[in-house]
């Protein structure tokens, strides 16, 4: 008799939040070349693709660097560090970013870059942050309260998006969850 009440109040809970079907836009824009990037974009993604050769990447074989530039100018660099006790290594995104706050905890991060090699040749196509690396991001988003650019970069595509917070909509927010 519990797993019928059980089921049932599922169900009502279900019905009551049913959303009906809706779409979710990002705005991104795409390049052929790193040439066609502003002065400042280029400069971030060829600092990414540098940090890439700094990459402990054994397991994987996959080398990822990425830059963080400053609202005061400065550069940050990130590669990813791989463990063999899995999954305590880090992605370049989150090594940069919490290096940055941890040594500059007040300046705000304007933009990210993120490249990706393999036996020492930077990939043709951009790479994405993973799911932790695109939630880090979005929280020094809302910390700062200033957008942060995204440019993921490739010899023959690049991806810029002008907010981390589009590559992730549905993001963990704990004010919000604490007040349902």
């Not at 490249?115 to 991001?137: M, T, W």
Request: aromatic share 8%.
């Amino acid at each position: 008799m519990r797993l019928d009440k059980t089921v049932n109040l599922i169900i009502l809970i279900y019905k009551i939040f049913e959303m009906n079907e809706f779409e979710i836009n990002i705005k991104a824009r795409r390049y052929n070349s790193i040439v066609e990037l502003d002065e400042t974009e280029r400069r971030l993604l060829e600092v990414a693709n540098e940090a890439t050769k700094t990459s402990y990447a054994p397991y994987s074989k996959f080398n990822v660097g990425s830059a963080v530039l400053l609202e005061n100018g400065e550069i940050i660099t990130g590669s990813n560090q791989e463990n063999n006790a899995y999954p305590s290594g880090l992605c370049a995104e989150r090594v940069a970013v919490f290096y940055a706050n941890a040594k500059y905890p007040n300046i705000a991060i304007k933009a990210i870059a993120i490249s990706s090699a393999v036996n020492n040749k930077i990939n043709d196509i951009e790479v994405y942050p993973c799911g932790s690396c695109r939630q880090v991001l979005v929280e020094s988003e809302n910390r700062q309260n200033t957008k942060i650019k995204l440019i993921m970069g490739g010899v023959k595509s690049i991806i810029v998006v002008d907010s981390v917070s589009l590559m992730l909509p549905f993001t963990f927010d704990l004010d919000k969850m604490m007040s349902l």
